[in-house]
Each structure stands twice: as structure tokens, then as C-alpha cells.
């Protein structure tokens, strides 16, 4: 175990569902990250937060709402999704936001849009 | 923005043959961090390089950062079934990389008993 847990680990969902993906870190780290990894494509980052201030938003869609409530729990709220974005979903956390320092990856949820 | 190119995608090996993974970018990189995410898992990391013409062993892993700082490489000696796996590098650096990891597309390990 890594320290960074993942709720829940599959959701299958609708277009018109509405869902939220839970993370939490025991680690003691500032900055948590949201990724999304899809088959045949590079992790893609989507959102960075850095002492619950969001710090990056990679030009996500607005149907992905992310909220930290505090440093050691991140959400990923989901609504009118569409099937392309069926993806395994990752959330990560470092000791600090920047390049230095390895990032810790939670067990992911793999979602499905149907 | 920053972007790192990784070869080969795939690699199919006889286990006991040796395997190696290349990162490529085209601006000059802070530093490179390798992970490795096992089938049905998530990454996990490796190892990170920061100096020029660094070398890193972690027992049949090697790691190499570039003189130029713009290359990587990952060599594993005698693949073992343990080894099977994505292995990527993630980078900062250049102009935007202040504040993200950047990762590679992965190179897909596969052994042959």
C-alpha cells in the first residue's frame, strides 16, 4: 500500500448519473493530483492542488468538478459524462507541488460511462 | 508545453534477455523521475535522476540521465516475470514545467517464460 486510498475502485455510471470519486492521503503530503489514464494514451494530468488551493487546471471539461476539502482528502465530482470518458481515474500526492520529490499513486477507480 | 517522447511502446523478451527503455525530449530537463505500473496496477515509483550523466542502479535496473540532461534510459539486466510491466518517465523542466510531472507514453514490457 502506498498510503493513498482510492473510493470506490469501479463505477459504472450513465450520461445523466452524478458521482463523485473519493481520495485520501495518510502521508502528511501538501499536494494531491488528479490524472486520468486511458487505454493506448499517456497519464494525462488534470487537476493539481497545492494546501487545498487548486494550483492546475489542465483544461478539463466542466462536467469534472474537483474539490480538497483539506489536505488530505481530494474529490472528483462527475456529471453528464460522456462514454469517452471511461478511463481509469488516478489520484496522486506529494510531499510539495513542483518537479522534485516522487509522487505516491492510489490503487485508481476505473470508471465506465455507459 | 513540455513533452517527452519514450521508445519503444511495446517490448516483447525471452525472460533472461535484456531490455531498455529510452526518454527523449528537445529542451534540457530539471530532472526525470521512472515508475513502473504493473498489469491492473497503478504507478509506482522507481527512482529519480537530477545531475548530468547520472547512473543509478537498483539491483538489475541501471538508470542514466543524459550529459545534455535531455535523454534517460532504463537497462534491466536478465528480465525476469517479476519485470513484466508499463514503464514510464515523467519529467519537469523547460519553460512550463514548474509545477508538473509531464509522463512519457510508457513502454509496455512483456516476457516470454
Known amino acids: 500500500e502506498t498510503g493513498v486510498t482510492q473510493t470506490p475502485r469501479h463505477l459504472v455510471m450513465g450520461m445523466t448519473n452524478k458521482k463523485s470519486l473519493k481520495c485520501e492521503q495518510h502521508?502528511?503530503?501538501?499536494?494531491m493530483y488528479w490524472y486520468k489514464q486511458s487505454a493506448k494514451k499517456p497519464l494525462e494530468l488534470m487537476f493539481v492542488?497545492?494546501?487545498?488551493?487548486?494550483?492546475e487546471n489542465n483544461s478539463v471539461p466542466s462536467r469534472f468538478s474537483p474539490e480538497c476539502p483539506n489536505s488530505s482528502h481530494l474529490f472528483l465530482h462527475l456529471h453528464t459524462l460522456q462514454p469517452e470518458d471511461s478511463a481509469l481515474y488516478l489520484c496522486?500526492?506529494?510531499?510539495?507541488?513542483?518537479?522534485?520529490?516522487?509522487?505516491?499513486f492510489g490503487p485508481g477507480t476505473r470508471l465506465t460511462v455507459t | 508545453g513540455q513533452q517527452v517522447m519514450q521508445i519503444p511502446q511495446y517490448q516483447h523478451v525471452q525472460e533472461g534477455e535484456d531490455f531498455t527503455t529510452y526518454c527523449n525530449s528537445s529542451?534540457?530537463?530539471?530532472?526525470i523521475q521512472w515508475y513502473k505500473q504493473r498489469p491492473g496496477g497503478h504507478p509506482v515509483f522507481l527512482i529519480q535522476?537530477?545531475?548530468?550523466?547520472e547512473v543509478k542502479k537498483q539491483k538489475r535496473l541501471t538508470f542514466q540521465f543524459g550529459e545534455a540532461k535531455k535523454n534517460s534510459s532504463l537497462h534491466i539486466t536478465a528480465t525476469q516475470t517479476t519485470d513484466v510491466g508499463t514503464y514510464f518517465c515523467?519529467?519537469?523542466?523547460?519553460?512550463?514545467?514548474?509545477?508538473?510531472?509531464?509522463f512519457g507514453q510508457g513502454t509496455r514490457l512483456t516476457i516470454n517464460p
Open positions: 529542451t534540457t530537463l530539471s530532472n
Open positions: 492542488y497545492s494546501l487545498e488551493e487548486r494550483v
Open positions: 496522486a500526492s506529494s510531499r510539495s507541488v513542483g518537479g522534485l520529490g516522487e509522487q505516491y
Open positions: 535522476l537530477v545531475k548530468s550523466g
Open positions: 515523467a519529467v519537469t523542466g523547460g519553460v512550463q514545467g514548474a509545477q508538473k510531472l509531464v
Open positions: 502521508l502528511g503530503h501538501n499536494a
